[in-house]
């Protein structure tokens, strides 16, 4: 990932607290699910609403744009009604074990986030597995 000014990362950072302000998320599910520091306190999340970005830290950022690529596919899925994003998000979806995708979020760390990316972007799921697949010969 490439290096983000203070500025880009406080964009980010708004864009991204909005979002999980928007999917109701509580402050301890905010910290899980952006994977932030420890030493990151949940009073910090106010700040982070108003006027300081997150931690130049690449796993939070690869958080961060995961979330994003989340919100933006959901954007794309339910073009006409934001409410419906929020309410794919909190249902039980059978290729989740019934668990909504907003718990695998929380509880599924980046695998959680990956899968859920996975489910509503089949690009995002292309990429990843084109990006790992071997090529090997095809059998005479």
């Not at 990151?40 to 979330?67: A, C, E, I, W």
Request: glycine share 6%.
């Amino acid at each position: 990932m490439q290096k983000l000014s203070g500025e880009e990362r406080m964009v980010l950072t708004r864009t991204t607290m909005n979002l999980l302000d928007d999917w109701g998320l509580q402050a301890k599910e905010m910290m899980a699910v952006l994977d932030l520091p420890e030493t990151v306190k949940v009073r910090s999340l106010g700040k982070y609403r108003d006027s300081t970005p997150f931690p130049d830290n690449p796993q939070v950022m690869k958080r961060v744009h995961l979330l994003l690529r989340i919100a933006e596919a959901l954007r794309t899925t339910y073009p006409r009604s934001a409410e419906m994003g929020k309410r794919w998000m909190r249902q039980g979806h059978r290729r989740f074990g019934k668990r909504s995708p907003l718990s695998l979020v929380v509880q599924g760390g980046e695998n959680g986030l990956v899968a859920v990316l996975s489910e509503l972007d089949c690009s995002y799921s292309w990429e990843r597995t084109a990006s790992t697949a071997v090529t090997q010969p095809r059998p005479s």
